[in-house]
């Protein structure tokens, strides 16, 4: 049990802890819009010492229960035939656009309460502030590991390959980043490209914040990127990733970060379909002219009472 320290909690007193590759939540059902929670309770919840611990917080509630949502975006929703949403705060408690693992995530606790169909059964339509996205529940996937979920994430854009500079404060040299949106804002660096003076992706000091420049109008996540194997007579990759994410600092996986990831290196490579390795895991991302897949595990750690 955690005890709480913020007053009159309008979280429920149940609340679940899960991940997707190690991109963690803490998340909770709100079928009937009773329990919007504030910055405040989130990053109480989110709290690594004090709290539960978690790169965010995800309800899962009616589009409708969602304040900051317009009437276009429940609309969407609706014309989508999403009847849930998922309403993602980051773990400093302001509100994100999409979380590619938090889709997978949420998912899996939604066929576990009995919201969306088991393996097999009918794709779940999940709304988001990026839209409606649609998850095919796999199960078991060599090499991707259990309950696995392919997420269709929709349309992507990108700006001029290697438009911009990204460096680390404190740490020697830079490389070139690609703007791409996912629903949400990405930068991803390809390291071992010629111009890239940075260290290798895996001595790279993520725990402090990467500088963009030009900087963009929003903040942004930004990816480090190493490709380890290509055939392009299969169309198919290998690279590993390391992201600093928004809102949280450096994360084990980021999946919009992935699908990112994917689609620079298609531009880089004209290879579509790639392998990514992070820090919790390995993904499968799939990259077309019309949208982007990401397929990956996800897991439900435990049950919490809050006190």
């Not at 149940?14 to 590759?21: D, E, M, N, Q, Y």
Request: hydrophobic content about 40%; glycine content about 12%; proline content about 5%.
């Amino acid at each position: 049990m955690v005890r709480s320290t913020v007053k009159n909690m309008s979280i429920p007193q149940i609340v679940f802890k899960a991940h997707a590759t190690g991109n963690d939540f803490v998340v909770y059902a709100d079928p009937d819009g009773e329990f919007e929670p504030t910055a405040d309770e989130v990053r109480f919840l989110c709290d690594r010492h004090f709290g539960i611990g978690g790169d965010g917080l995800i309800r899962l509630t009616r589009p409708r229960a969602v304040s900051d949502l317009s009437e276009d975006q429940i609309g969407a929703c609706e014309a989508g035939g999403a009847q849930w949403f998922m309403d993602y705060r980051n773990a400093d408690g302001s509100l994100a656009e999409m979380c590619g693992n938090g889709t997978r995530a949420i998912t899996l606790f939604a066929q576990r309460q009995g919201y969306a169909e088991p393996v097999g059964g009918e794709p779940f339509r999940l709304g988001t502030r990026a839209g409606v996205k649609v998850l095919t529940s796999l199960g078991d996937v060599a090499p991707y590991g259990k309950d696995v979920f392919q997420v269709d994430m929709g349309p992507w854009k990108a700006g001029a390959t290697d438009a911009f500079e990204v460096s680390i404060p404190g740490t020697p040299g830079a490389a070139r980043g690609t703007f791409v949106d996912m629903g949400n804002p990405h930068v991803v660096a390809v390291i071992e490209d010629s111009f890239a003076t940075l260290p290798n992706v895996e001595d790279l000091d993520l725990v402090t914040k990467p500088v963009v420049a030009p900087a963009l109008e929003s903040d942004q996540n930004v990816e480090f990127v190493r490709v380890d194997e290509l055939d392009e007579t299969a169309d198919c990759g290998e690279a590993t990733m390391r992201v600093n994410e928004r809102g949280c600092g450096e994360t084990l996986s980021c999946g919009t970060g992935l699908c990112a990831t994917g689609v620079t290196l298609r531009a880089k490579t004209g290879v579509d379909h790639w392998q990514i390795t992070v820090r919790g895991g390995t993904l499968r991302v799939n990259v077309s002219d019309r949208d982007v897949k990401l397929t990956g595990s996800a897991t439900i750690v435990g049950r919490v009472e809050l006190l």
